[in-house]
């Protein structure tokens, strides 16, 4: 095992006007820190979007949805397989603490009816690879007395969920065979500064229309940040969550994380603003203590004379660090900064894996 556990990222990004990630309202999401309000892009979205960026790296294929037992009914059906219904029903409506993937089999059961199964949807939303979907699949065609739940054809998969889930983890509450801690943890991004919100107001016209006037009239939230993101990558999770790939398959998982977790961006609202940027700064430590460096913004930073968040934002942060490290915050090696390099920073990394 490897002496460093923890790789530590910390990352400063300008944006522009932007609505990358709003609430359910439709405003920007926001939260307040230090007395004032800072502006937010949570840990979920980021997410997804990382993960969507290293499937594409690795070209891998994961499924995150309540679609399964349809895609698996569609599928049996395609292949002109008998007792469709019960044999989708065996695997997702199974009995284990009263744990029921589709919920309307029970309906079927007593009318006959199949349009009483609904449209096929788990009651969850399940978090698959291609590789268990596939068992799924190849379970789905047993004979049916011999067809088993979920959670029993996952558990004895020897572990085929691959790099997303050993990265990013996975909770079934109805299947806890299948959950697995995630391999990294994200912060909420926020500003490190004070913001205000904006509304853009706006008119579509109806270029068809026989009389003047609008054809839509609305109004958008947005703003402008510079903000701060922490993430934690722990090694030690991700080796236990991949036991048997060799250094040099870790190697390049850990690449494609780091390299999509500067290139990717949130795509809310991208083509009305396109606020897509690199990050200003992006500061990764390898270290044994997973700390975030969110506190060097308690105190929002100000504006400089000639405005501008940014630079304020990187003294802050780095001043931070370094008191932090006085106090025993160990950094065993470092790489980055504002002057960083995307390819230095992924080399750094899988350097870190022996």
């Not at 309000?37 to 980021?46: G, K």
């Not at 698996?72 to 219904?85: C, D, G, Y």
């Not at 430590?285 to 105190?299: C, G, H, K, R, Y």
């Amino acid at each position: 095992m490897n002496a460093i556990r923890f790789i530590s990222f910390m990352i400063l990004r300008t944006l522009g006007p932007n609505c990358v990630n709003r609430d359910d309202l439709g405003n920007t999401k926001s939260t307040f820190y230090g007395g004032r309000e800072r502006r937010r892009i949570s840990s979920q979205c980021i997410k997804r979007n990382v993960r969507k960026f290293i499937n594409s790296l690795l070209s891998t294929i994961n499924y995150r949805t309540h679609e399964i037992p349809r895609l698996v009914k569609e599928a049996l059906e395609a292949e002109k397989v008998s007792q469709v219904v019960e044999r989708v029903a065996k695997i997702f409506n199974y009995k284990k603490e009263d744990g029921k993937l589709i919920d309307s089999y029970d309906k079927y059961k007593k009318s006959g009816k199949v349009e009483d199964l609904g449209t096929f949807k788990s009651t969850t939303s399940l978090f698959l690879s291609q590789d268990e979907l596939d068992l799924i699949l190849l379970e789905a065609k047993k004979p049916l007395d011999d067809i088993k739940p979920l959670n029993d054809v996952i558990k004895g998969a020897d572990k085929r969920y691959g790099a997303i889930i050993a990265l990013f983890g996975r909770f079934m509450a109805e299947a806890s065979d299948m959950t697995l801690e995630a391999a990294c943890s994200f912060a909420h991004e926020i500003s490190t500064h004070e913001v205000m919100s904006e509304s853009d107001y706006f008119i579509l016209e109806n270029e068809m229309a026989l009389t003047t006037g609008g054809g839509h009239i609305g109004h958008s939230s947005f703003g402008t940040s510079t903000t701060y993101l922490h993430v934690i990558l722990d090694l030690e999770t991700l080796r236990s969550n991949l036991p048997g790939f060799s250094t040099e398959k870790l190697q390049s998982i850990v690449g494609a994380f780091v390299e999509a977790l500067v290139k990717s961006f949130p795509e809310g609202r991208k083509n009305a603003f396109f606020a897509n940027t690199l990050p200003d700064y992006v500061r990764i430590d390898a270290t044994t203590l997973p700390i975030s460096m969110v506190s060097a913004f308690e105190e929002p930073i100000q504006a400089g004379d000639q405005g501008g968040y940014l630079k304020k934002s990187i003294e802050a942060l780095e001043s931070y660090r370094t008191q932090q490290i006085l106090r025993g915050y160990e950094v065993s090696s470092t790489c980055g900064g504002n002057q960083y390099v995307i390819k230095d920073l992924v080399e750094f990394v899988k350097g870190l894996i022996q």
